[in-house]
């Protein structure tokens, strides 16, 4: 099996970047986001879920970064823990578009890259 190697687009380092400085403003600003939170056994651990998630992402950002399929896997499920968790606050369809949204953003930037890996 011939494989070329992998290059990181511009369009991936950049998404890249965007989303883990997104990371690390979630994990700074998460108490902000238990304000926010009405739902009392929600509101309890908001906090807590955001910083948690927030570090996951930069862990699966890292491993996107550099080249782990996990990454990606762990990223986009990440996302969709999010976007329920969300749900589960206040049913917003505008909640549902984000996490739908930065899911295919994902995929679609990515899989390209990952594709040289099993073309022959």
Not at 25 to 41: C, H, R, T, V
Not at 52 to 70: E, H
Not at 74 to 96: D, K, Q, Y
Request: hydrophobic share 55%; with cysteine; aromatic share 12%.
């Amino acid at each position: 099996m011939k494989t070329q190697e992998r290059k990181r687009g511009i369009g991936l380092t950049m998404y890249l970047i965007l989303v883990m400085i997104g990371n690390i403003l979630l994990i700074f600003s998460s108490k902000i986001f238990e304000k926010q939170i009405s739902n009392g056994a929600l509101k309890n651990i908001a906090a807590i879920f955001y910083i948690v998630i927030g570090v996951l992402g930069i862990i699966f950002v890292i491993a996107i970064w550099n080249f782990k399929t996990w990454g990606v896997c762990g990223f986009v499920i990440s996302i969709g823990i999010a976007t329920l968790f969300e749900l589960l606050n206040n049913f917003s369809i505008n909640v549902l578009t984000k996490g739908m949204i930065s899911m295919i953003i994902t995929l679609i930037i990515t899989i390209p890259v990952w594709a040289l890996e099993y073309e022959e």
